[in-house]
């Protein structure tokens, strides 16, 4: 049985920072791209970082760009969400998937699990 669990987030003030964990378990990670996705009140899912299978690629949208970095520790089957300068618009619940392929996915339908979320919020 396949479970994503993300943790590490809450509430902050803007200009802060936060770290996002994300434990994968009944997987063997490395045979995963994984994605951070986030979903704010009212607006769709959108994708704010992915990476490769080994680590050595990444994206993430213009929106976060400089501010948000994924990482991946395969040998502790975690992936993280590392946020910085943080403002009131990234307030949002955060989720992290797994894609059952080597090379990045950035269409949040062809994600295969998905985590239950944690909670962002971000004060002005």
């Known amino acids: 049985q396949v479970q994503l669990e993300e943790s590490g987030g809450g509430l902050v003030q803007a200009g802060g920072s936060l770290r996002l964990s994300c434990a994968a378990s009944?997987?063997?990670?490395?045979?995963?791209?994984m994605g951070w996705f986030r979903q704010a009140p009212g607006k769709e899912r959108e994708l704010v970082a992915a990476i490769n299978y080994s680590g050595d690629t990444t994206y993430s949208p213009d929106s976060v760009k400089g501010r948000f970095t994924i990482s991946r520790d395969n040998t502790k089957n975690t992936v993280y969400l590392q946020m910085n300068s943080l403002k009131p618009e990234d307030t949002a619940v955060y989720y992290c998937a797994a894609v059952r392929r080597l090379i990045i996915v950035t269409t949040a339908h062809r994600y295969d699990y998905w985590g239950q979320g944690t909670q962002v919020t971000v004060s002005s």
């Open positions: 009944g997987l063997t990670l490395s045979w995963y791209a």
